[in-house]
């Protein structure tokens, strides 16, 4: 991370606190939210145990 890179982010969570906004909360949120709308992979068909005779 460059220092201009670490001078921004700490002026992006400066105006966020400056808003009364919680810059990890909104982070959690993001993630939260990016986890929910993931694809989720599809279940098989059928399992091994009823494939067996």
Do not use: C, H, T, Y
Not at 15 to 39: C, E, H, V
Request: charged content about 40%; cysteine-free.
């Amino acid at each position: 991370v460059s220092l201009a890179d670490a001078r921004q982010r700490r002026d992006e969570v400066k105006r966020l606190l400056d808003q009364g906004i919680d810059p990890n909360a909104k982070n959690r949120l993001m993630k939260k939210s990016f986890r929910k709308s993931a694809i989720k992979p599809a279940r098989p068909v059928s399992s091994p145990k009823a494939d067996a005779p």
